[in-house]
């Protein structure tokens, strides 16, 4: 098998570099391995390769190089895949970039290809090629810029899984990311311990390690060490990195008087030989994925004092065992920690040896075996079917139909719910179609109660591994909803309506209630709007009544008349005037809800039956300018006083709700001078 990992640069230091060497290293021994460099910007490396694994470099920086990306017209032009801030490097991800690297993937015969970055995970979701797509995401998931999670969510299609270094950040990952259609597992990166004797943790030296930038709370460590030392004078900080707060944190240990004791030893490549000189490491950050340092401390024997941040220290530390746990930004409990192993050796020895021995799970050995069952279980992922068709009967019986194929003998169809982990997924089995052999069909029965309300998304599950597949839409059947006007049989409200999202996954949304307004029909005319509706559930008593909710408290709720037809259906009229005279802000919006009166909170109205899912753009209803009317309120008429000098009047459109719920919206207008 052949695997490449996609990196930012390899010329450089840091945990991303260090950790895919090592990596590289370990599978190279039963794989080929390729390492594709996105840039070059010097000549020699700092952390090397392994000589068996294969390197690329796309882009190269250097002046005296007789390929300059630089030169290139491209280099100049901006992004269209990467997110507009791709973890601060932007500057550099520019259009050339993009094309060579899918200039280079469309050549490849990679079996799998790995991106270690998430700009350029996003990337990889958009690109050609026959090969396997992981996402690896190195830093905290809650340090995703908004660009970048909005990148995943469109690239996730494209991709076979997003893997986390971190268990609890991949959990995190799934609820950030509910539209993912793609298994997101978490595999921590690896470390190989350096060859050299474990510290002894005899001697009176701290060290920290990582870039000196903000969240690292370098500041607060060395308010910390201070306190800790106060009576200890012998022990010394050092503190390994470069970064933008250097001279910032130089003024604070001249400030402290600590200008012999905290020593800033600058960024080194060897860090791992550094590590063994320590008899405690610390960490003050305010939040981390999977601190290598930690790790590279533990391996040597050091035990480790460290905040609990999300995510990764905690699932690295054994509090009490080998190492301490302290909250965020909490400098006096810190500096106890510190100063309870500072006096006492035989806690420092015992947490050491124990570290020594919990940092043997990152082994590269080990790591690499993690890999390995992973791209298999999404091999065989892959030759399960991705494509069904759907049809739903006139008995309300959702239908899925896929081919038969050798993967699909031990099958079944997975409705996975949209919020992971909110309820149970639901299984149905795949049989022969009676209507054509070449195909299997799982049926969801109209009487289900399985699938609760929201939406699921149907996979392809194969029984005997956690191997899985979403499953895109091949063509469909639900003429029957059309004009469907009846939820399924049962006491409770309930309808179902499957239907292929943007990127032609499939969904299944479920609306299973206790009781339901349904609105059947919305009328305006040039003073009015007339809304019928239905409701399930409850019954509509004397004294039932509309009610105009507002979102903003400084917007009054209001009620109006319901003219009953029957015990379960109703309309009512609304002059679009009810709601200019009530604005008191710009943009004024009420919800509608009917109060039955029978003792059950009020229900919103909705729009749900039918054959699509969308009635927000459907329904699309005109805006309305009434004539302008006199505010209620002495606030409410400071504000028209103020408005309606300068000839602002206001605009009223009903409209539904992404949520398919029914609203009515006021709009405040200037006219154009």
């Known amino acids: 098998m052949k695997i490449t990992f996609l990196i930012h640069s390899r010329y450089g230091i840091g945990g991303v570099i260090s950790s895919t060497a090592q990596l590289a290293s370990a599978l190279v021994d039963r794989h080929t391995v390729e390492v594709v460099s996105l ?20 882009l190269d920086w250097r002046a005296a190089s007789p390929d300059c990306a630089a030169d290139d017209p491209l280099a100049s032009v901006a992004p269209r895949l990467f997110p507009a801030k791709d973890g601060g490097r932007s500057k550099l991800n520019n259009r050339l970039v993009e094309v060579r690297l899918a200039r280079h993937l469309a050549a490849t015969d990679a079996d799998v290809v790995i991106s270690t970055h998430p700009g350029i995970g996003v990337v990889l979701g958009h690109l050609d090629g026959d090969f396997l797509r992981v996402a690896q995401i190195h830093q905290a998931s809650n340090t995703l810029s908004a660009d ?10 494209g991709l076979d899984a997003l893997m986390s270094v971190n268990s609890e950040d991949a959990h995190n990952l799934r609820r950030m990311l509910p539209r993912a259609r793609v298994p997101i597992g978490a595999i921590p990166n690896c470390l190989e311990p350096a060859p050299v004797a474990p510290s002894n943790t005899d001697g009176h030296t701290v060290i920290a390690a990582g870039r000196l930038e903000h969240r690292k709370h370098y500041d607060r460590l060395i308010r910390a060490f201070g306190l800790a030392t106060a009576e200890l004078p012998q022990w010394r900080l050092r503190i390994y990195g470069r970064g933008e707060e250097r001279a910032k944190l130089a003024r604070l240990i001249g400030e402290l008087g600590l200008d012999d004791r905290v020593l800033l030893m600058g960024a080194t490549s060897h860090l791992d030989m550094e590590w063994p000189k320590a008899s405690i490491a610390v960490s003050a950050s305010a939040t981390e994925c999977l601190p290598m340092n930690i790790i590279e401390a533990m391996s040597a024997g050091v035990p480790v004092v460290s905040t609990d941040c999300d995510y990764g220290p905690r699932e690295i530390i054994t509090e009490g065992q080998d190492g301490l746990l302290v909250p965020v930004d909490d400098v006096d409990s810190l500096a106890k920690a510190l100063e309870r192993l500072m006096r006492d050796p035989q806690l420092r020895r015992t947490m050491g040896s124990a570290a020594r021995r919990a940092a043997e799970r990152y082994r590269p050995r080990a790591i690499a075996g993690r890999w390995e069952q992973a791209i298999n279980q999404l091999a065989r992922s892959r030759e399960l079917p991705d494509r069904a068709r759907w049809y739903v009967a006139a008995n309300g019986d959702l239908a899925f139909e896929v081919a038969r194929t050798p993967a699909t003998a031990s099958a079944s169809l997975v409705c996975y719910p949209a919020r992971p982990g909110s309820r149970p997924e639901a299984a149905y089995p795949l049989l022969p179609d009676d209507r054509d052999s070449s195909l299997l069909r799982a049926v969801i029965p109209s009487v289900d109660q399985a699938l609760t309300e929201g939406d699921w998304y149907p996979h392809l599950q194969d029984t005997r591994s956690p191997a899985r597949r979403a499953l895109r839409c091949a063509g469909y059947d639900n003429r029957s909803q059309v004009d469907d006007r009846h939820p399924f049989p049962g006491s409770r409200f309930r309808y179902r309506l499957a239907f292929a999202d943007t990127d032609d996954t499939i969904t299944v949304r ?9 609105v059947t029909q919305v009328c305006c005319d040039s003073e009015e709007f007339t809304v019928t509706f239905r409701v399930w559930g409850v019954q509509l008593a004397q004294g039932s009544r509309l009610l105009a909710v507002p979102r903003l408290e400084v917007s009054p709720a209001f009620e109006a008349r319901l003219t009953p037809e029957g015990e379960r259906c109703a309309t009512f009229r609304l002059p679009y005037t009810a709601f200019t005279r009530r604005r008191a802000t710009e943009h004024d919006v009420w919800d509608l809800r009917v109060d039955p009166a029978d003792g059950t909170p009020p229900l919103p109205l909705s729009r749900v039956f039918g054959d699509f899912p ?15 009317v006199t505010a209620e309120s002495p606030v409410k008429r400071l504000f028209a006083s103020q408005t309606e000098q300068q000839g602002a009047r206001a605009r009223v459109r009903p409209f539904f709700t992404v949520h398919g719920t029914l609203a009515v919206n006021a709009v405040l207008i200037t006219p154009t001078v």
């Not at 910007?41 to 690329?56: K, M, N």
């Not at 970048?148 to 299609?157: D, I, L, T």
């Not at 753009?617 to 805006?623: C, I, T």
């Open 39 to 58: 840039h070059r910007d010097r000549d020699e490396v700092d952390i090397p390769l392994d000589p068996r694994v294969h390197a690329v470099d796309l």
């Open 148 to 157: 970048q999670r909005k990148g995943f969510e469109k690239a996730c299609h």
């Open 510 to 518: 479920v609306w299973d209630r206790p009781s339901h307004a349904e």
């Open 614 to 628: 969308h009635v927000k753009q459907v329904y699309d209803y005109a805006p309305h300018v009434p004539d302008a």
